[in-house]
T-cell receptor
């Protein structure tokens, strides 16, 4: 079956760096998305990776290794507003998104 | 402003009643999607539509129905046949390209009493 795994919850300190991991097993692969979702709100797009390597976008970076079925989202210089859930979603061979359950990130001052 | 709107934000219904959730977009997107989000689970696809007057079932279509009469609108009806309808419902749209990013509306939280 198809499966996306990511940690349920992580805690980090304001100003620090945190890495949120995502492993996937899907039938085919057409890219991996990361979204941010504040409680009770819509998911907002952060990044899309389809080739191996690191994509940097300001304080957020996303990494992909297709051979390992692995991605991570790296958040630098954490701010209190980064407290949210981070959703990993993989696009399979039918171009359907398979979603992980999300990682709730708690930022402490 | 361009975007996706969903209404209402909160909806309460009695068991056994059908209810329709609204989703409108003015992004000129071809494709629209409905997801359900439950605590501790990933988003699950209910229905999607890639073009007007056409739609396909997602993974959990049972107990739901949709229509796509206009490009801008993709309403979802939660019928009395849906066994556990209380959830957060999210509508999304994209340009229709296979790997195009999906953009989400603010969601509707449905509670069935």
């Amino acid at each position: 079956g198809q499966n996306i795994d990511q940690p349920t919850e992580m805690t980090a300190t304001e100003g620090a760096i945190v890495q949120i991991n995502c492993t996937y097993q899907t039938s085919g692969f057409n890219g991996l998305f990361w979204y941010q979702q504040h409680a009770g709100e819509a998911p907002t797009f952060l990044s899309y990776n389809v080739l191996d390597g690191l994509e940097e976008k300001g304080r957020f970076s996303s990494f992909l290794s297709r051979s390992k079925g692995y991605s991570y989202l790296l958040l630098k210089e954490l701010q209190m507003k980064d407290s949210a859930s981070y959703l990993c979603a993989c696009m399979d061979s039918n171009y359907q998104l398979i979603w992980g359950a999300g990682t709730k990130l708690i930022i402490k001052p | 402003d361009g975007g996706i709107t969903q209404s209402p934000k909160y909806l309460f219904r009695k068991e056994g009643q059908n209810v329709t959730l609204s989703c409108e977009q003015n992004l000129n997107h071809d494709a629209m999607y409905w997801y359900r989000q439950d605590p501790g689970q990933g988003l699950r696809l209910i229905y999607y539509s890639q073009i007007v007057n056409d739609f396909q079932k997602g993974d959990i279509a049972e107990g739901y129905s949709v229509s796509r009469e206009k490009k801008e609108s993709f309403p979802l009806t939660v019928t009395s046949a849906q066994k556990n309808p209380t959830a957060f419902y999210l509508c999304a749209s994209n340009g229709g390209g296979h790997t195009d990013t999906q953009y989400f509306g603010p969601g509707t939280r449905l509670t069935v009493l």
